[in-house]
């Protein structure tokens, strides 16, 4: 399946109009979707981040740029009518789990520094973190703790004092 960057280029002045690049509209509609919901956009942004910031900084980063992946995935999926439930299939070759996957090493590469003061491996801290940020609550589509909050409840507990 075409990348929505190369339609791009190809469908500018010169080049054949879009449905001469995509066989009908659900072909269409199938690269709007693997390009919502391919994880590459939300890797680059958690690669970007300075590892030699403090691990509550690092953390509200990633935090950060997966609610904006996330809100990208809903908006897209939102527009064309999908209203949640199974992930559609493989998106360039990932599936949702491989997906998750990449997006979790990328976590677990930002907490690497911090190694020998956390409780648990890199990479199996990262899954905690991934797994609190996407299933936190959420009122009027809005996460119910800033980024911040999420990661100081994450390093600290529930519990004060």
Do not use: W, Y
Request: aromatic residues 4%; glycine residues 8%.
């Amino acid at each position: 399946m075409r990348r929505l960057r190369t339609v791009r280029a190809d469908t500018s002045p010169g080049f054949p109009p879009i449905f001469r690049v995509f066989a009908d509209k659900d072909e269409l509609m199938q690269a709007c979707v693997a390009e919502a919901l391919s994880p590459e956009h939300a890797i680059r942004e958690l690669d970007a981040i300075d590892l030699t910031q403090p691990l509550p900084d690092r953390l509200v980063e990633a935090a950060e740029a997966l609610q904006a992946h996330l809100s990208r995935m809903g908006a897209i999926l939102g527009s064309l009518g999908h209203g949640g439930g199974k992930h559609p299939g493989p998106v360039r070759g990932a599936g949702r789990n491989e997906s998750s996957a990449l997006v979790r090493a990328a976590v677990a590469e930002l907490l690497e520094p911090d190694r020998a003061t956390l409780r648990r491996t890199p990479e199996q801290t990262a899954a905690l973190f991934f797994g609190l940020l996407f299933t936190q609550p959420r009122t009027d589509d809005e996460p119910d703790l800033t980024p911040r909050e999420l990661v100081d409840v994450f390093l600290h507990g529930a519990v004060a004092g």
